[in-house]
């Protein structure tokens, strides 16, 4: 049997979950359909989400169309839950994505649509909420069109629109479809130009197959999650019209683990969406380069639910027990995995969505519950890798990164219904990064003071370009001295970088190791070890903060700010207000597109500034301004440079780190 996992995707608010909900019943796997408001649905699972009638978890169902099974992934709608979307997006055959008839393009819709086309995923547009006042048909069509893709074609016509009998007939050869099509195949062109009558209505819908296959033309079809209307015309589109790879599971072992959650009795249990292979119970799996786990247990989603089995192959998903170590991005491979071991899959994408851009410190409401919240605060973190903890041993503080405020709400309950913890937030702050403006280099050696240290290190740093990563060289011999050594130069050469002179990390930088020397370990007749003569690794891990420092020093950094691209439609009456309101938010608007009743101001705001502009904008605009808004870039920041508390012994103030680690050691 076809396996196609689909994704669902939307707004918050335009009726997925009610879609995947209208799915289900319409595949027979449900009785009767549930409630968004009533907290009734199969995807919605956690406390809050039924609370708040919001997606905040990413959740998998299965269900059967014919010879096809169907893996379908309700996915978050709040921009603050991204990271969720970013993690399926990579495993995705297919994806059907949901506007509401009346709301029309929001948006979260541009940016999901536009990360769609990025990574050439088949969408199919499902435009819900016809049975709702203020539904439109052709304006609409107009406005996906202008705002996701041209290459949009309705697949039918509404009758009733707004009322209760709205429905939807689908059109074997939708108006325009001859036109679109042969944009993109000549042979279909030529044909049209020979003789307009000469294509035949199914070598229209073989055509239509194949571009939506590529992710070159998006079916629009139109109805209502609530009513039924146009989903049985969306289930014949996801059955002819999206791919269902056929993977190889003699081939060997490739899968990506795109959700992490813990079982009833706290065992880690990993998503797995399998590319090629087959994974049985008992199999030893690897990730990570070196990581090794053997599987203890694996269940598939069949008809609604998950059941036990003793396999799960290539095109399916699974949930595999065992892996204890396993995290999400992991490949997984049953054989040697290329050392990087990192993201997706063969066959898989990788999706990019940016970094959160603000942090906050988690505070337990009782002293003696730190632990247990640092505790707690990994298993979350193991589940959203995003969350990214910043633990501070100096104050005894943990730190998580956000997208916005709602995670807080969510982080909060979270904690208080699964692991009975109250905890209480500091005020968001915005993350800022540092880059590196030239280089430096600086040099200690071994027995030579002021190094208290048995070692030898010598780095010089560069500025890398944005996104590059920090890329670590060897300018001395591999064998200079044992790899061990090496190696713990270069995990705290990564691990130091998270911090730079005033902080912030420094993402981006090319650090080489110029010089290298070590105390070889004694080695003459009846010696005992004395780790006082002999070289270690950690006197590599302590010296290489000051040398790298240092060096920084030499090199200089530049605070940079996170900046967001922003597009306001607003009232064309209303954007001289909306300019000075700008204005003091350290905005950068470029010329308005201005018209009669509805204007567009685009340009950059610093992410610090977009929760006050969120609040302010409906009282700018009357509450009709829409704003969409996206990381863009970093930019140098201008008057007050922010500085961020260090969470070590600080390797810029020599004494003070040399009393604290020396003490330690």
Not at 75 to 96: Q, S
Not at 168 to 196: C, I, K, M, N, S
Not at 205 to 224: C, D, I, K, M, N
């Amino acid at each position: 049997m076809k396996a196609l996992n689909l994704g669902i995707l939307a707004h918050v608010d335009a009726g997925k979950t009610s879609l995947t909900e209208r799915l289900l019943y319409a595949a027979g796997v449900i009785d009767a359909v549930g409630s968004v408001d009533d907290g009734s649905t199969q995807t919605d699972s956690l406390a809050l989400e039924r609370q708040r009638g919001i997606t905040i978890k990413s959740a998998v169902v299965s269900f059967a169309l014919g010879d096809l099974t169907v893996n379908l992934i309700d996915t978050p709608g709040h921009p603050d839950f991204i990271a969720e979307v970013e993690r399926v997006l990579g495993v995705l055959d297919g994806a059907v994505l949901v506007v509401s008839a009346v709301e029309g393009v929001q948006a979260q819709t541009r940016i999901l649509m536009r990360t769609l086309q990025r990574l050439r995923i088949p969408t199919l547009i499902f435009v819900n909420k016809i049975d709702r006042a203020g539904a439109r048909y052709e304006s609409l069509v107009q406005e996906l069109r202008a705002k996701l893709s041209p290459e949009v074609v309705a697949m039918g016509a509404t009758s009733n629109l707004g009322t209760a009998t709205a429905s939807f007939t689908p059109h074997q050869a939708p108006e325009g479809l001859v036109e679109l099509l042969a944009e993109h195949d000549e042979r279909l062109l030529a044909a049209y130009v020979e003789d307009e009558n000469a294509l035949s209505d199914d070598a229209l819908r073989a055509g239509l197959a194949e571009q939506t296959r590529r992710a070159v033309v998006h079916p629009v079809y139109f109805g209502s999650a609530i009513s039924g209307a146009g989903v049985e015309a969306l289930i014949g589109g996801i059955r002819e019209l999206l791919p269902a790879p056929e993977g190889d599971p003699r081939a060997p072992v490739a899968g990506s683990v795109f959700k992490v959650e813990r079982g009833a009795a706290g065992e880690k249990v990993a998503y797995v969406r399998m590319f090629s292979g087959e994974v049985r119970t008992r199999d030893r799996l690897r990730f990570r380069g070196d990581q090794e786990a053997k599987v203890t247990a694996i269940s598939v989603f069949d008809g609604g639910t998950t059941r036990t089995r003793a396999s799960v192959a290539a095109g399916q998903i699974g949930k595999l027990w065992g892996l204890a170590e396993v995290r999400i991005g992991d490949r997984i491979a049953g054989g040697c995995v290329d050392e990087s071991g990192r993201k997706a899959s063969a066959g898989g994408r990788e999706a990019f969505f940016a970094p959160p851009t603000l942090e906050t410190v988690v505070l337990p409401a009782k002293a003696s519950d730190r632990g247990n919240l640092q505790s707690a605060l990994s298993q979350l973190a193991e589940q959203d890798p995003l969350i990214n903890l910043r633990q501070d041993d100096v104050r005894q503080e943990t730190s998580v990164s956000l997208y916005g405020e709602v995670q807080k709400e969510v982080i909060q309950t979270t904690l208080a219904t699964e692991y009975g913890l109250d905890v209480d937030f500091r005020e968001t702050t915005t993350i800022h990064i540092e880059r590196i403006d030239g280089e430096g280099a600086a040099v200690e050696f071994n027995k030579v003071d002021p190094n208290p240290f048995l070692a030898t290190v010598g780095l010089r740093v560069e500025p890398a370009s944005p996104g590059q990563g920090v890329d670590f060289a060897l300018e001395v011999e591999l064998g200079s001295m044992p790899y061990a050594f090496i190696k713990a130069v270069e995990e705290t050469v990564r691990e130091t970088l998270q911090q730079g002179l005033r902080g912030w990390e420094i993402p981006d930088a090319r650090v080489v190791m110029t010089h290298s020397g070590y105390s070889a370990r004694q080695s003459h007749a009846h010696a005992v070890f004395d780790k006082s003569m002999s070289s270690t690794a950690g006197d590599f891990r302590l010296l290489t903060p000051l040398v790298l420092t240092t060096a920084l020093r030499q090199a200089g950094t530049t605070v940079h700010e996170p900046m967001h691209r922003f597009q306001l439609e607003l009232p064309t009456d209303t954007v001289r207000g909306v300019l000075s309101a700008l204005a003091k938010l350290r905005a950068i608007p470029r010329v308005p597109a201005l018209d009669t009743s509805t204007s567009v101001l685009e340009g950059e705001i610093p992410a610090a500034a977009v929760y006050q502009l969120e609040q302010q904008l409906p009282a700018l605009t009357r509450g009709e301004g829409v704003l969409e808004s996206a990381f863009k870039r970093y930019q140098p920041v201008t008057g007050a440079v922010p500085r961020r508390e260090r969470t070590d012994h600080d390797p810029l103030n020599r004494r003070e780190y040399l009393l604290h680690v020396l003490r330690r050691v």
